[in-house]
């Protein structure tokens, strides 16, 4: 998939619209009839979306994310787009929906065929819908296709209820709307050292500030380091019973014993254990890891 930051000619695209945070299984949907669609008819598909979140420009703070811009592109890419354009929103914030069809998907890439979600608007204050990008099909010769809400149990997946899941901590909810489980990548940092002192050692991540934040506690989770993948368990907070600084992700891997300080691993996560909690001792503490990993089990 290639990326591009700018505009160019690009001519005879199947298209897919939207901002993708979390590229969940709504978003999903949306790219892959774009993808199909350039399949079965011998061209390309690209997604186009912007760097960064829409609310950014407008309220001057920017959403958290499900995703970092970086694993967004690498979902993107896994469902098999060809191109992929993030624009900037600033730029084109000021166009009427007829302007951006008119001057920019059209301009520039003359689309064979258009797929958004149901509820997909765009243009100066929103004023082009779903219903505008069908009713303007014919006069550009393009074929539009407006994905219908992807639902679980009856309810909608959205972006929002996922940031809402993963707020509370109901992971495993979060996990079946994404499509795939909520991770974090990273490179593995030094902590205070004191996990390998009880027994057990930890690998430290920063948890990135651009996403949105678990609540502090201790979650089940799958390891990813090279092409292996561990068992583990993970503590997100301040680590309280050791007096820590600043919110750290610490994950313990199971049957793990090596260094790899500097090195990158993807914390996948599967469900939450228990709220974080200050122990009196050490040994607390240490008792309680024990349990928790027998939880795993």
Request: net charge neutral.
């Amino acid at each position: 998939m290639q990326i591009f930051t700018e505009l160019n000619k690009n001519p005879n695209l199947s298209l897919a619209l939207g901002y993708f945070d979390g590229v969940h299984q709504g978003h999903q949907a949306v790219i892959q009839k774009a993808v199909d669609f350039a399949h079965e008819n011998n061209t390309k598909s690209a997604v186009i979306t912007f760097k960064d979140h829409p609310c950014c420009y407008f309220w001057g703070v920017c959403p958290k994310y499900i995703l970092t811009r970086k694993s967004r592109e690498e979902k993107i890419a896994a469902l098999g787009v060809d191109y992929l354009y993030e624009l900037d929103f600033e730029s084109i914030s000021g166009l009427t929906a007829e302007e951006y069809l008119r001057d920019i998907l059209i301009k520039y890439f003359t689309p064979s065929a258009i797929s958004t979600g149901y509820n997909h608007n765009f243009g100066y204050k929103k004023s082009g819908n779903v219903k505008y990008l069908a009713a303007e099909a014919q006069k550009y010769d393009y074929r539009y296709f407006e994905l219908q809400p992807q639902k679980i149990n009856n309810v909608v997946i959205s972006s929002t209820a996922i940031r809402e899941s993963l707020s509370k901590g109901q992971i495993e909810k979060a996990n079946v709307m994404l499509g795939y489980k909520f991770a974090i990548s990273g490179e593995v940092v030094k902590g205070k050292q004191i996990g390998r002192t009880i027994g057990f050692r930890t690998a430290n991540l920063v948890y990135p500030p651009e996403l949105i934040v678990l609540p502090f506690g201790v979650y089940a989770v799958d390891v990813r380091h090279g092409e292996d993948v561990y068992k583990g368990i993970a503590n997100f907070g301040v680590r309280p019973t050791v007096n820590g600084e600043g919110a750290l992700l610490e994950v313990h891997l199971l049957d793990f014993d090596k260094d790899i300080y500097g090195e990158e691993i993807n914390v996948a996560f599967n469900k939450m254990i228990r709220k974080e909690k200050k122990f009196a001792s050490l040994d607390e503490l240490k008792g309680q890891i024990t349990k928790d990993i027998e939880s795993l089990s």
